[in-house]
């Protein structure tokens, strides 16, 4: 089968950050011939998408966005605003209108966009790809390609098949989940990790406190590769944190008591239990390459 984007004319993407303008710009270079829109609330972040041909037209207000064109909606703003966008856009949709979005917390967020966006379906996905940057302008042509996007629906009908065709033409590996089984995994495996990476630099602002040196001098390229992460957004994760807050909170109990154990290990000069702790640590993070 060719490519036909899930079938989809006319796409609507609300918000023009990274994410936003990659999903635009990879439409255009996979062969995507519909329409594209965007709406910010920022007036140079539609200039720029227009500027770069990720966009046909942009808007900044809604009233004013072709809706009687758009058969899918692509929500591509921090999390926490969702359900004032779903609330503010509804009553414009077509009964046959796809909402779907780009956010990495689903669970509770995707039964009450489900229900808010009636009789217009809402399909969750998250597409596992980005970059530390922000804005459209810093958005990536086959960003998606060759990564892997959840669809986190309880059932699979037309409208998830729809979906995963869209993602599939855009060089993504599709993969079904239940929203809540989403969250758990992702708090794990994202969520978790860029709390690290924020809480290690804390620790060297405070420890250069201590001693009155400014070890941001010193880093070597470790350190650098590892909290690469923390010059992310803070707006977009600190929606993040705070919409998944029960799982995120879980995983650092977690990784707070494998800290504690290495620091026990360390205090006690346990040496084997310490090579058993690093070798299977070891072993694990290789058989990711």
Known sequence: MGK????????????????????????????????????????YRIKKAVE?????????????????EI?????????????????????YLRKDTVVTDVGSVKGELVKKLEEILKPAVFIGAHPIAGTEKEGVE??????FKGKKVILTVDHQ?????????FWEDLGSKVEIMDPFVHDFVFAAVSHLPHAVAFALVDALIE????????LFLYPGAGF????????SSPVVWKDIFIENKEEVLHTIDQFIKSMEKL?????????????????????RRLSLD
Do not use: C, Q
Request: proline share 2%.
């Open 71 to 91: 058969d899918l909606v692509i929500l591509s703003t921090p999390v926490k605003t969702f359900l004032t966008i779903a609330e503010n856009i509804k009553r």
């Open 4 to 43: 036909d984007f899930g079938g989809f004319k006319s796409i609507l993407i609300i918000g023009l950050g990274l994410i936003g303008g990659s999903v635009a710009l990879s439409l255009r270079k996979e062969g995507y011939r519909g329409k594209i829109y965007g709406f910010d609330l920022n007036e």
């Open 52 to 68: 770069m041909g990720a966009i046909d037209k942009g808007f900044t207000d809604i009233e004013s966005i072709p809706w009687d």
């Open 224 to 231: 650098k590769d590892f909290t690469r992460i923390a010059a």
């Open 207 to 214: 420890l250069s406190k201590e001693r009155d040196i400014d």
């Open 138 to 143: 810093n958005a990536v042509v086959g960003l």
């Open 157 to 165: 009908d037309e409208h998830t098949e729809r979906i995963k065709k």
């Open 263 to 283: 620091k026990d290990y360390i205090k006690n000069e346990d040496e084997k239990k310490l090579i058993d702790l690093l070798s299977e640590s070891r072993e």
